[in-house]
């Protein structure tokens, strides 16, 4: 039966699939829409060589940054691995791709470049706030007002079809992964413990090269582009464009991680309530 684990950044979610794998056998799966990314592989703290050499994974840093892809490519993906000789254990933090595999997706049209091209300029422009104003009464109730990506896409969405994303989700398809079908467990880490944990991780990240990958994309940074919403990279640009002293990049990149980590458990608890609960740790 395949597997799936879901918990917050930091919380040891793929040292869990690896034990699962290494002791009962399996391919692990990536459903973390940051590992996706070629370009990163310490800044989204992406499985080791030594890790995937010890299990099968797929999915992990196999497109170039500029690519096309979304929650749909990823499903289409993952579907070609579930019909497969192995096992899947599906691990990740996008609550998105998980909430999607286990609970459907809504067939979308795809946004025309000119309104993504709309949305990305009213975004750099501060117009957060009232581009979740326009949003229909529906969508808006179920969109989280920190979350610049997605009131973006519910904004793209409503502009470019003339429906709401909550009405457009309301005739979701069937599950990929029925819930019946799989294990589900999601990982729960108490507050403190968790940001302790990030805090730490983004100063190793840094003496293992963070820093370095952020430089090497330096010359096609773009932050609005998915593979830049790699958490800490706006602030590691921007130390290395000379905006802001290293020191203070880490603190904004470690206070990042934790709001980051605290939309996820939002995220896992408001939608994964019939999920196995596992603590961290």
């Given at each position: 039966?395949p ?57 992990y840093?196999?497109l ?24 899947p ?25 000119e309104v ?9 422009a ?12 529906a969508?808006r ?11 973006q ?12 994303l909550a009405?457009?989700?309301a005739?979701?398809?069937?599950a990929?992964l ?6 589900l467990?999601v990982?729960?880490?108490g507050?403190d ?19 370095e ?19 800490g990279?706006?602030e ?19 206070a990042?991680?934790?709001q ?18 596992v603590?961290?740790?």
């Open positions: 039966m597997v799936v684990i879901a918990g917050p950044t930091a919380s040891g979610k793929s040292a869990l699939a690896l034990k699962i794998a290494e002791r009962q056998g399996g391919v692990i799966v990536n459903a973390d829409a940051l590992q996706v990314w070629g370009c990163w592989r310490v800044l989204t703290a992406r499985p080791s060589a030594e890790e995937e050499a010890r299990a099968p994974h797929l999915l840093g196999h170039p940054c500029g690519a096309e892809y979304s929650v749909g490519h990823w499903l289409r993906e993952v579907a070609s691995v579930l019909v497969g000789p192995e096992r254990i599906i691990v990740g933090g996008t609550g998105l791709y998980l909430s999607a595999l286990t609970e459907g997706l809504a067939e979308i049209p795809p946004v025309p470049a993504r091209a709309e949305a990305d300029a009213r975004l750099a501060d117009e957060m706030a009232a581009m979740l104003a326009e949003l229909d009464e969508t109730a179920r969109t989280d007002p920190l979350n610049p990506a997605r009131i896409r519910a904004w793209e969405v409503q502009r470019a079809t003339g429906r709401g009405e457009w989700q005739a979701t398809g069937p990929l029925a819930p019946g079908n799989a294990r467990l990982l729960e880490a507050r413990w968790l940001a302790e944990r990030i805090d730490r991780r983004f100063r190793a990240m840094l003496a293992q090269g963070a820093l990958e952020a430089r090497a994309v330096l010359p096609d940074w773009s932050p609005a582009a998915p593979w830049a919403k790699a958490i990279a706006p590691l640009v921007a130390h290395l464009r000379g905006e802001m002293a290293l020191e203070e990049a880490v603190t904004a990149a470690q990042a991680s934790r980051y980590a605290k939309r996820q458990r939002t995220w896992f608890r408001a939608r994964m309530r019939g999920w196995e609960t603590a961290a740790g």
